[in-house]
């Protein structure tokens, strides 16, 4: 069987991966948490999954490029620097990052670059997402992901359109922008809400994760596609088949 090592072991989704790992074929080679070396893991692993923190990235990918193994990154809340260190890491080993690794997610994000591609521009694009209490980056990495494949669709980037939040006097709304806003609160697993605004009508397609189990199935089915596989940046949509 394949051994998944797990940076972010102790938390909310790496004990979600272990827990389920054996029924989907994979074998846990051991995790890493804050103060962990995570270069051993990465010497014994088939393939490794990171579901930790942004500030640790940069020393995972140091360790997955090191033993020359695989990695899946589905932390979220990184910045640019984060994303260009994954592009060299790529040069060296198989990655797939993503926000969000559940079928229904990727899936959405097709419709979305679908829906924004044939919508024109006046149609206005804003994403609402709902987490729970304990998140600490807004907007989520899905929301962030969802952004992206709307703004694709519009045959744009996301850096030249993005709209954050809205307090105060802000304006009317600039045509082309798309929005976010963000909700915390209680347990919620993850809700996202992509809305279409146009004259007189309005189109919203979205997703209610209900359990942590969908990530962790979808990083699995990941880890194992991914080991074994040449240098290179890959996505969920080709692991799942979509
Ligand atoms: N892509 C996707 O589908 C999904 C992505 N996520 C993302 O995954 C990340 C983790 O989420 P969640 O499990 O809820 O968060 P938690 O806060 O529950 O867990 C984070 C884990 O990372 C560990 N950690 C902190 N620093 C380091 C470090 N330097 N090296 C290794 N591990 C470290 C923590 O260890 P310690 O406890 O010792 O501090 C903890 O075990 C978030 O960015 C979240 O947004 C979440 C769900 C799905
Ligand atoms: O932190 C979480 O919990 C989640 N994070 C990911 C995100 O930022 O989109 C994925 C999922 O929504 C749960």
Redesign the pocket.
Known sequence: MTSIGI????????RAIATIAEGEGATVAGG?????D?FPLAQTADVLVD??????LE??LAAAVAARTPIVI????LMPTHHALIEQAADEIAVLQ?????LGVTLLNILVREAAARLGPDWDIEIAEMHHR??V?AP???ALLLGEAAAAGRGTRLAEVRVDSRAGLVGARSEGTIGFASLRGGSVV?DHQVIFAGEGERIEIGHRGED?TI?AR??LKAALWLAGRAPGRYAMAEVLGL
Request: charge should be positive; avoid cysteine.
């Open positions: 940076y972010g072991s102790n938390g909310r989704m790496g890493v948490d804050a103060g962990g995570p579901f930790s923190t942004p500030a640790a020393s995972h589905g932390t979220t809340g993503t926000g969000n690794t559940s304990h998140k980056d989520s990495g899905t993850g942590r990530f979808g990083a």
